[in-house]
């Protein structure tokens, strides 16, 4: 290896579930479903199968709505009805258990009578795989991460001038936010490029595989939640395919040191050198304290990152100021007064993104980290 790369190993615990999609759902109509488990059979297996059967023609109308088939028929009365048995034996697939599933928060109604929507199973967003059918974290994914984190380090050690927010439009905070990433990131100066040209970005110089395959039994369903600082929770009708926690993913991550015109980032050996301590350091300033009002217990400092969707507004910006973050979320989300709220409660965002697995509550996107030097 050249003298000016240098790997390191990072690794990551899953301290919540983690979610990093393919883009794809599955329908009711695409899985069986169980009080503990869903199971998802090899769709094409499982047509030749009921097409030997002789019941290709209400499968048919099943999966595209037509016939006698209704809308909303789920795969588990088809199957009944058909007198199909399924099973990962005869049609492969794969199953992954269930975590708690909550109902929605109490409301009025239009009547004046207190309503609480239950929660069943609908659309399961996918965890991204690779071509075996195994989950697996992109190198990409915890590059941005990884990214978030450096900016969000620097805005948070100025604590004297704090990065302010201009503006009240979504345009302005977005154009704010892309400003500040070329100033602080643009640095390399190569030859025949322009200072804001995306070649000159220091992180060109990291590179960060893809982990190797996990196993689809480390994946859980799980249900996003939201729960206020009064720690009401609030179940959602949104479904995803997550790693549980307690799964480990492992990481390769090469900086190229050599001369920024070159390419290189000499100061991206001391930034991954580092970079357990700056962590806990964006956690203790950004997160920790943050989430505990939600917990009502000791903030939980240490090396934390939050990864993947559904992981909150937090891991996603570097605004450090809670009242730019209610300005930033008002302009979003303008049914929502994030402002007046976030005044009377001292919090923003005004929810944590949290799901349940057992009796136990757990952070979307919460992992350990660790890292070092790799041969």
Same mark, same amino acid.
């Given at each position: 290896?050249?003298?000016?790369?240098?790997?390191?190993?990072?690794?990551?615990?899953?301290?919540?579930?983690? &979610?990093?999609?393919?883009? *794809?759902?599955?329908?009711?109509?695409?899985?069986?479903?169980? =009080?503990?488990?869903?199971? &998802?059979?090899?769709?094409?297996?499982? $047509?030749?199968?009921?097409?030997?059967?002789?019941?290709?023609?209400?499968?048919?109308?099943?999966?595209?709505? @037509?016939?006698?088939?209704?809308?909303?028929?789920?795969?588990? *009365?088809?199957?009944?009805?058909?007198?199909?048995?399924?099973?990962?034996?005869?049609?492969?697939?794969?199953? +992954?258990?269930?975590?708690?599933?909550?109902?929605?928060?109490?409301?009025?109604?239009?009547?004046?009578?207190?309503?609480?929507?239950?929660?069943?199973?609908?659309?399961?967003? %996918?965890?991204?795989?690779?071509?075996?059918?195994?989950? $697996?974290?992109?190198?990409?994914? +915890?590059?941005?991460?990884?990214?978030?984190?450096?900016?969000?380090?620097? +805005?948070?050690?100025?604590?004297?001038?704090?990065?302010?927010?201009?503006?009240?439009?979504?345009?302005?905070?977005?154009?704010?936010?892309?400003?500040?990433?070329?100033?602080?990131?643009?640095?390399?100066? /190569?030859?025949?490029?322009?200072?804001?040209?995306?070649?000159?970005?220091?992180?060109?110089?990291?590179?960060? @595989?893809?982990?190797?395959?996990? /196993?689809?039994?480390?994946?859980?369903?799980?249900?996003?939640?939201?729960?206020?600082?009064?720690?009401?929770?609030?179940?959602?009708?949104?479904?995803?395919?997550?790693?549980?926690?307690?799964?480990?993913? %492992?990481?390769?991550?090469?900086?190229?040191?050599?001369?920024?015109?070159?390419?290189?980032?000499?100061?991206?050996? /001391? &930034?991954?050198?580092?970079?357990?301590?700056?962590?806990? &350091?964006?956690?203790?300033?950004?997160?920790? *304290?943050?989430?505990?009002?939600?917990?009502?217990?000791?903030?939980?400092?240490?090396?934390?990152?939050?990864?993947?969707?559904?992981?909150?507004?937090?891991?996603?910006?570097?605004?450090?100021?809670?009242?730019?973050?209610?300005?930033?979320?008002?302009?979003?989300?303008?049914?929502?007064?994030?402002?007046?709220? =976030?005044?009377?409660?001292?919090?923003?965002?005004?929810?944590?993104?949290?799901?349940?697995?057992?009796?136990?509550? $757990?952070?979307?996107?919460?992992?350990?980290?660790?890292?070092?030097?790799?041969?």
């Amino acid at each position: 290896m050249s003298q000016y790369l240098k790997p390191f190993e990072l690794t990551l615990r899953c301290l919540g579930p983690v &979610f990093i999609g393919s883009g *794809e759902k599955r329908t009711p109509k695409e899985y069986v479903a169980s =009080t503990s488990m869903v199971y &998802f059979p090899d769709m094409e297996r499982l $047509y030749a199968d009921v097409a030997a059967q002789g019941k290709s023609e209400s499968f048919e109308e099943f999966m595209m709505n @037509t016939g006698k088939a209704q809308p909303d028929e789920r795969f588990n *009365e088809w199957i009944a009805e058909n007198g199909v048995k399924v099973s990962p034996k005869n049609h492969g697939g794969y199953g +992954v258990k269930i975590g708690s599933i909550v109902p929605g928060r109490a409301h009025r109604g239009r009547d004046g009578q207190m309503i609480q929507e239950q929660r069943q199973l609908n659309d399961i967003h %996918s965890f991204i795989k690779d071509v075996l059918g195994n989950p $697996y974290v992109p190198g990409s994914s +915890v590059k941005g991460m990884l990214r978030s984190i450096y900016l969000q380090s620097l +805005v948070h050690q100025r604590t004297a001038q704090p990065v302010r927010v201009p503006g009240h439009q979504t345009r302005e905070h977005r154009q704010y936010g892309e400003r500040f990433e070329r100033k602080e990131l643009r640095k390399s100066g /190569r030859p025949n490029t322009r200072p804001q040209d995306a070649v000159n970005d220091l992180f060109q110089a990291i590179r960060v @595989t893809d982990s190797p395959g996990l /196993r689809t039994s480390d994946l859980l369903i799980c249900q996003k939640m939201d729960v206020n600082v009064h720690g009401k929770p609030d179940g959602l009708p949104l479904f995803r395919e997550c790693l549980a926690p307690g799964t480990s993913i %492992s990481l390769r991550v090469v900086v190229d040191t050599s001369p920024t015109a070159r390419g290189g980032w000499p100061a991206g050996e /001391r &930034f991954l050198e580092t970079l357990s301590d700056t962590v806990a &350091f964006v956690n203790k300033a950004r997160y920790a *304290e943050y989430a505990a009002k939600y917990w009502d217990d000791d903030p939980q400092f240490g090396p934390i990152v939050y990864l993947g969707g559904g992981a909150g507004y937090r891991s996603k910006t570097f605004v450090t100021q809670q009242d730019d973050m209610a300005k930033v979320l008002d302009a979003q989300f303008p049914k929502i007064k994030h402002v007046a709220k =976030t005044r009377d409660l001292g919090v923003s965002p005004l929810v944590l993104k949290l799901t349940k697995i057992g009796d136990k509550y $757990y952070e979307m996107g919460q992992c350990e980290l660790s890292i070092r030097r790799a041969e």
